[in-house]
C-alpha cells in the first residue's frame, strides 16, 4: 500500500506562484509513475501532469504547459508541482496519485492505483 499526502495550497493572486508537494509512506514509489490530478466545483477530475518513475519522461495537460513543472526526489519519496502565473481557472483541490507502471506516463486517471486526499488552492483575479 502507498499512502500519499499532500501540501502546500493556499490561497495566491492571479500571476503568483505556489509549489506543492506529495509525500509517500507505507513503500517507496521509485518503480511508480507518479501524477497530479485536479477538480473544481461542479467539474470533473482532470489530468494535470505526470512524471516517470525515472524522472526522465513527464506529461502535461495543454492548459498548464509551460506554466507548471512536476518533478520528484526518489530518496526522499517526494513529487513536487511548481505552479507560476496561476490563473483563476486553476482553482481546484489538487490530487497526487500513484501508477505502478512506472514508464507510463498517462491521462488516464485510472491507472493510477493510489491517491491522496488532496490540497485546496484558489487564485483570486
Known amino acids: 500500500q502507498v499512502q500519499l499526502v499532500e501540501s502546500g495550497g493556499g490561497l495566491v493572486q492571479a500571476g503568483g506562484s505556489l509549489r506543492l508537494s506529495c509525500a509517500a509512506s507505507?513503500?517507496?514509489?521509485?518503480?511508480?509513475?507518479m501524477g497530479w490530478f485536479r477538480q473544481a466545483p461542479g467539474k470533473e477530475r482532470e489530468f494535470v501532469a505526470a512524471i516517470s518513475s525515472s524522472g526522465r519522461s513527464t506529461n502535461y495537460a495543454g492548459s498548464v504547459k509551460g506554466r507548471f513543472t512536476i518533478s520528484r526526489d526518489n530518496a526522499k519519496n517526494t513529487v513536487s508541482l511548481l505552479m507560476n502565473n496561476l490563473q483563476p481557472e486553476d482553482t481546484a483541490v489538487y490530487y497526487c496519485?500513484?501508477?505502478?507502471?512506472?514508464?507510463?506516463?498517462?491521462?488516464?486517471?485510472?491507472?493510477?492505483?493510489?491517491w491522496g486526499q488532496g490540497t485546496q488552492v484558489i487564485v483570486s483575479s
Open positions: 507505507g513503500r517507496t514509489i521509485d518503480t511508480y509513475a
Open positions: 496519485a500513484a501508477n505502478p507502471l512506472g514508464s507510463r506516463v498517462t491521462a488516464a486517471g485510472g491507472f493510477y492505483g493510489y
